[in-house]
């Protein structure tokens, strides 16, 4: 059951509605927040690959490639020419696709990875290191000077032979600040296109974030990048932080596949910017893609769409209880943020369970074409609650209770109306 949206209240009035432009943006002008001017680095082809499930060959990842050019993310960032053969063979064929979006793959600051890397046909690098101590001590076991002088001679090679390159630090938020801005304006000064900040860990909150980019947007003048992982459930707010404190650039996956749990989702960081500023998100984006999209990854990695996936999860748009189900039907922006049109998306409203109301039941009897006075549905919604105490009904049990009521009331005017003509005296 999928009610049009109504143009007005209960009373008639019109209603104005709560979906415009940056109702829910920053609330005051701040001349470094980026939430009206972002770019999307889709990393499903990298940081995706990265998923527990995800093998793509070479057909998929040029689908994937394909679909997100054509959702109009600006960046589709491929998993590092080093990782294999095959990897390198697919740099290559996806550099080759003219596609809009500017191709980058992802490798580690080193020279070895990035003379691979620019072969490939590619747009551009996005070079990382780990700077944390964890990762100097575990991973690669250089010190800052050595990373800041590998990284200064891999951008400058980068930059020589004519692609963008992005340099980024792993694990920024567990990495030393002193450390951190000493070569973030190293690179600047060199000029790197963008600098890139990593929750690697996913240890950082808004607060934090914000904090850390406005103390970097102050330092470099280059562009600067974005990265959150999701294992504390920050990883959209996060990315909305970091664009209020003025970063340009955020990296996102198809659902957010990625290491571990993964990384912010395309969709859920496009629900948030869209509550932002609505035009400007659904300009650059095709949004009714996102499902589309979801499907083809979620296939190829072989998952369901969560259920309460953001936008396109099964149940985004259904309204059950009985206090929502009249606003709704009044006026949708009463329980909705997100226009599910927007979204190629149909609005729900459930009503075989107990929680329902005759404001609900009403909406659907004249759905059907039932004629059935207010105190009719009252009086047939209770029958609903009383059946669904045992077990929620499906639509069509419903409609046929419905049915059945209207049918019962029918025949009890016809039998009232013969009885009333048979009493009365010829
Ligand atoms: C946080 C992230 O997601 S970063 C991106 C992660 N992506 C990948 O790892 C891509 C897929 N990886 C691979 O295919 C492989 O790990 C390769 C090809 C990159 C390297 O493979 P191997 O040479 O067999 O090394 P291995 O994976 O065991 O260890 C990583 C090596 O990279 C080094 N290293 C790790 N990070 C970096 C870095 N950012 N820059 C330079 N070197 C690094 C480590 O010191 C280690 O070197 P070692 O061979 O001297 O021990
Ligand atoms: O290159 C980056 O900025 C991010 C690398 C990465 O995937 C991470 O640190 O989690
Ligand atoms: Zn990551």
Not at 11 to 33: C, M, Q, R, W
Not at 139 to 162: C, L, P, R, W
Not at 328 to 334: D, E, H, Q, R, V
């Amino acid at each position: 059951m999928t009610p049009p949206p109504a143009q007005q209240n209960g009373n008639g009035a019109a209603v104005e509605s709560i979906h415009t432009p940056s109702a829910y943006g920053p609330k005051y002008a701040d001349f470094l927040s980026r939430v009206d001017n972002f770019s999307i680095i889709e990393s499903t082809l990298r940081e995706g690959e990265q998923f527990a499930n995800a093998f793509f060959d070479t057909e998929t990842k040029i689908a994937i490639a394909k679909a997100l050019d054509d959702f109009g993310v600006e960046y589709i960032e491929l998993t590092s020419p080093a990782a294999s053969e095959q990897s390198r063979q697919d740099c290559e064929a996806i550099a080759k696709l003219g596609l809009k979006a500017k191709i980058l793959t992802h490798v580690r600051c080193h020279m070895d990875d990035a003379r691979i890397a620019v072969e490939t046909g590619v747009d551009g690098l996005d070079v990382v290191i780990g700077t944390s101590s964890f990762l100097r001590e575990f991973s690669h076991g250089k010190d800052m000077t050595y990373i800041t002088k590998q990284a200064i001679e891999v951008v400058n090679f980068i930059k020589s032979k004519g692609l963008e390159v992005r340099f980024s630090s792993e694990d920024s938020f567990r990495s030393d600040l002193v450390d951190l801005l000493n070569i973030y304006r190293a690179v600047d000064k060199i000029g790197v296109n963008r600098v890139g900040i990593a929750d690697t860990v996913g240890c950082a909150n808004p607060r934090q974030v914000y904090e850390l980019v406005r103390t970097l947007r102050g330092v470099v003048s280059c562009d600067i990048e974005c990265h959150f992982h999701d294992d504390t459930g920050c990883g959209i707010a996060n990315a909305y932080a970091a664009l209020e404190a003025g970063a340009t650039h955020i990296d996102t996956s198809v659902l957010g596949i990625g290491e571990r749990n993964g990384i912010t989702p395309l969709g859920g960081f496009c629900a948030r910017m869209y509550v932002a500023n609505k035009e400007y998100v659904m300009g650059k984006y095709k949004l009714h893609k996102l499902r589309d999209i979801e499907n083809l990854v979620a296939d190829a990695v072989q998952i369901q769409v969560p259920f309460n996936n953001y936008i396109t999860g099964y149940c985004a748009f259904t309204h059950k209880a009985g206090i929502h189900a009249k606003a709704i039907l009044n006026n949708p922006s009463t329980y909705e943020i997100l226009k599910p049109e927007d979204f190629g998306m149909t609005r729900y409203v459930s009503i075989g369970h107990r929680l329902t109301g005759w404001n609900a039941v009403k909406n659907r009897v004249h759905q059907l074409g039932l004629k059935l006075n207010d105190d009719d549905v009252k009086a047939v919604t209770a029958q609903i609650k009383e059946l669904a105490d045992i077990r929620p009904l499906n639509i069509d049990e419903v409609d046929t209770l419905l049915r059945k009521f209207h049918e019962d009331k029918k025949v009890g005017q016809e039998s009232a109306a013969m009885s009333a003509d048979d009493d009365e005296p010829n």
